[in-house]
């Protein structure tokens, strides 16, 4: 899969980014001239401009964002994508099928990016070295754009759940605004393209999920939903994920369209308690490649 492979370099490029700041703290004391930082595409970042008397803080966001630029464009060269194997085109999947039952889960986060509370679960999932999925509100991520940068940066999956957030049908036409828009927005401003879908609400008969088969996403839905969106106390919402806990399954939760306090604060446990049960953590496209590549080996058996 080439999302694999394309998320060890950016990681590299935010640890640096560690390093650079440091340096900038000592060029508050000793004049430098202004230089300048060639990306891997070759494009120059002149660190001098972004630096220039500026506050440390102001310094150091200002090259934050153009080193993000700088791996956005050359996402865009790369043609990174975050797509499920060509078997999972059109199809409905609310789990991974595997064969083994390995002890495999992927956690899900929806209608970000949201102020606050997606950047808190990026945090926890650093922490935790954990790789999520985010289906992405397409007007949402055009409002909060360095967000939708950083999930991707920091090797997690993005993908479309339209641009509104609509429940009522859809014609053709709307579907199509609603989710080719959204893929756009996200190529735009991540350098991704990705075929993979979720319906808001789970809604299959309002016109959108249609579209998006048709056009051949893999429609995600989950085995396991949270209902945080109603916003249940952190004992409940904790328990909401783990009762429906299985191998190959897909959590719901949101780190968006609302005030997801309650999953942040719960999100740490989940994590310590799928462990403790021994599960290990993958992204979507990674538990359907795993599907995927035990279903080819029982084929090839028995031919």
Same mark, same amino acid.
């Given at each position: 899969m080439g999302s694999k492979k394309s998320f060890i370099w950016p990681e590299k490029v935010l640890l640096g980014l560690a390093a650079l700041s440091a340096t900038l703290c000592v060029g508050l004391i000793i004049p430098i001239k202004p230089n300048v930082?060639?990306?891997?595409?070759?494009?120059? =970042? @002149? *660190?001098?401009?972004?630096? &220039?008397?500026?506050?440390?803080? +102001?310094?150091?966001?200002?090259?934050?964002?153009?080193? +993000?630029?700088?791996?956005?464009?050359? &996402?865009?060269?790369?043609? $990174?994508?975050?797509?499920?194997?060509?078997?999972?085109? %059109?199809?409905?999947?609310?789990? &991974?099928?595997? &064969?083994? %039952?390995?002890?495999?889960?992927? +956690?899900?986060? @929806? @209608?970000?990016?949201?102020?606050? !509370?997606?950047?808190? *679960?990026?945090? =926890?999932?650093?922490? /935790?070295?954990? #790789?999520?999925?985010?289906? *992405?509100?397409?007007?949402n991520l055009k409002s909060f754009p360095d967000l939708g940068k950083r999930v991707v940066a920091e090797g997690h999956i993005i993908a479309n759940h339209t641009w509104h957030h609509w429940y009522h049908h859809m014609n053709p036409q709307v579907a199509a605004y609603e989710i080719d828009r959204t893929s756009d927005q996200i190529y735009q401003i991540t350098g991704v393209r990705t075929t993979l879908f979720r319906p808001p609400g789970g809604i299959m008969n309002n016109g959108v999920a249609a579209y998006a088969k048709n056009k #051949? !996403?893999?429609?995600?839905?989950?085995?396991?939903?949270? /209902? @945080? !969106?109603?916003?249940?106390?952190?004992?409940? $919402? =904790?328990? /909401?994920?783990?009762?429906?806990? #299985?191998? %190959?399954?897909i959590v719901l939760m949101h780190d968006g369209g609302g005030n997801r306090s309650n999953t942040v604060k719960a999100l740490p446990q989940i994590i310590q308690n799928f462990r403790k049960q021994g599960y290990r953590f993958l992204t979507v496209p990674e538990l359907l490649e795993m599907e995927d590549k035990q279903q080819g080996v029982v084929t090839a058996k028995k031919q």
């Open positions: 930082f060639m990306g891997k595409s070759g494009q120059a =970042i @002149d *660190v001098g401009s972004v630096v &220039a008397s500026q506050p440390i803080q +102001l310094r150091i966001e200002g090259l934050k964002d153009a080193m +993000l630029t700088s791996w956005q464009q050359q &996402a865009k060269t790369r043609g $990174l994508a975050h797509s499920a194997p060509k078997r999972f085109e %059109g199809a409905t999947i609310d789990r &991974a099928k595997l &064969a083994k %039952g390995e002890k495999v889960i992927a +956690l899900t986060f @929806d @209608d970000g990016p949201w102020p606050t !509370y997606t950047g808190e *679960v990026l945090d =926890i999932l650093k922490a /935790n070295n954990i #790789k999520g999925t985010f289906f *992405v509100v397409g007007q #051949k !996403y893999s429609l995600i839905m989950w085995s396991s939903d949270s /209902n @945080d !969106y109603s916003r249940p106390g952190i004992p409940r $919402l =904790i328990n /909401n994920v783990m009762k429906e806990a #299985k191998p %190959g399954g």
